[in-house]
């Protein structure tokens, strides 16, 4: 493992993206705990004027990202657009400390954040031709170690935040953010290099003018993703209110059970990563589906708060799996364009994260916290028919092709 981890490094540019996204986690989470709160108490805003505010910022992101895709694997400089979205994100925030009218804010933070959204995808993209530049065998486990940094930098931003805040408040916090995409700025334009000098190694690469919505073998499992990521963002919702108000259970049970899920995402993610070479993406989705399916019985059937404390070795497996290797599935879709195949990926998450926060928020107040457990393990069972599916299409397609051949 040490040599495989060590192999990695020498994918160029491989350690700065390692420092970016790490810092992007951060930058991220550090002040998505408290936007609610500096929306309502400090803004005024109503829950359901935030959720549409979060909503409409969310969907330019998914529109940024879907026109920016295509031309980025046609000739586009990575480089450039990485620098452009993360002043862009910087741009966001900063935007907090100048404008204070909700209309206003929410106009400026759309344009800002809507393109600040390809900032991941296109570091991915970049990673993923930095890998094929580099001749490596081991893709699948250099982005999920990548996608791992993330979930690092999700657990030290909130602690980050925690403390700005109560130092110097909210105006620090948004300042602290924006400067941390600054410095991501300034780092990939210091030390990242152009996008021609790796194309000396990959030669002439043809773009890809697939249309995505048209073939099935996209769209089905970019349904499939959108699904489970709603499922993700329900259960990270509707837990902790599970177990303090039904479960009767303290705050100290859902502090574990987040620390629990957080702490073994990681180093699961990377392991799952490096299996990449013996299992196949799809395979692995098939079975986070059912370690999924499994997680959410026992949540719909608890009594406890240990019975979901004890549950979260199935959760972190499968969220280290959508989360980790979901990228590499769409790469291994797309091989030819990785703008677009990690384009797929981040819109699946933004969707599936609208969709479960309205669904999980509506279904809870209408009937009750656990039925929320059996509309996830409907979605997930709905996501598993629709991988199950794909993949005996394409092993008639691989048998086909083998029977001309022969």
């Avoid at 669904?359 to 209408?366: E, R, V, Y």
Wanted: proline share 2%; with cysteine; charged share 10%.
């Amino acid at each position: 493992m040490y040599t495989r981890i060590k192999n990695l490094f020498e994918i160029k540019g491989y350690r700065l993206f390692v420092i970016c996204l790490l810092l992007v986690g951060i930058g991220i989470s550090m002040t998505m705990p408290y936007l609610s709160l500096y929306h309502t108490k400090e803004l005024g805003m109503s829950a359901g004027a935030y959720g549409v505010f979060i909503a409409v910022s969310s969907l330019s992101g998914v529109i940024v990202n879907t026109l920016i895709a295509k031309h980025s694997d046609n000739g586009m400089d990575r480089k450039w657009l990485i620098i452009s979205a993360m002043l862009s994100l910087a741009l966001g925030y900063a935007s907090y400390l100048v404008f204070h009218n909700i209309f206003i804010l929410m106009i400026v933070v759309t344009l800002f954040n809507g393109f600040g959204a390809a900032a991941m995808p296109q570091i991915y993209a970049y990673a993923q031709e930095s890998a094929n530049a580099s001749q490596s065998n081991d893709k699948t486990f250099a982005l999920s170690t990548l996608r791992s940094l993330v979930a690092l930098g999700f657990i030290l931003g909130p602690l980050a935040g925690t403390l700005v805040l109560g130092v110097v408040g909210y105006k620090g916090l948004f300042l602290g953010s924006a400067v941390i995409y600054l410095t991501i700025a300034s780092l990939v334009f210091l030390f990242l290099q152009k996008r021609k000098a790796i194309q000396n190694y990959t030669g002439k690469r043809k773009g890809t003018n697939i249309s995505l919505f048209k073939s099935k073998q996209i769209r089905q499992p970019l349904i499939a993703f959108v699904f489970l990521f709603a499922v993700n963002a329900m259960n990270a919702i509707i837990t902790p209110l599970f177990i303090v108000n039904e479960l009767h259970g303290t705050y100290s049970d859902v502090g574990l059970v987040v620390m629990l899920s957080a702490s073994l995402e990681i180093p699961m993610m990377i392991f799952l990563g490096a299996l990449g070479r013996r299992i196949s993406n799809h395979r692995l989705m098939i079975s986070g589906c059912m370690i999924a399916i499994i997680y959410f019985i026992i949540l719909s059937v608890a009594t406890h708060s240990w019975h979901l404390i004890a549950a979260q070795l199935f959760q972190a497996m499968f969220v280290a799996i959508v989360m980790g290797n979901g990228l590499s599935y769409f790469a291994d879709l797309l091989p030819n364009s990785p703008g677009q195949s990690s384009t797929l990926y981040a819109n699946g998450s933004t969707l599936g994260r609208l969709v479960g926060n309205l669904s999980g928020g509506m279904i809870a107040d209408f009937a009750g916290f656990r039925h929320v457990y059996w509309l996830c393990l409907a979605f997930v069972i709905f996501s598993l028919v629709i991988l199950w599916k794909t993949r005996l299409r394409r092993e008639k397609e691989v048998s086909s092709e083998f029977t001309r051949s022969v």
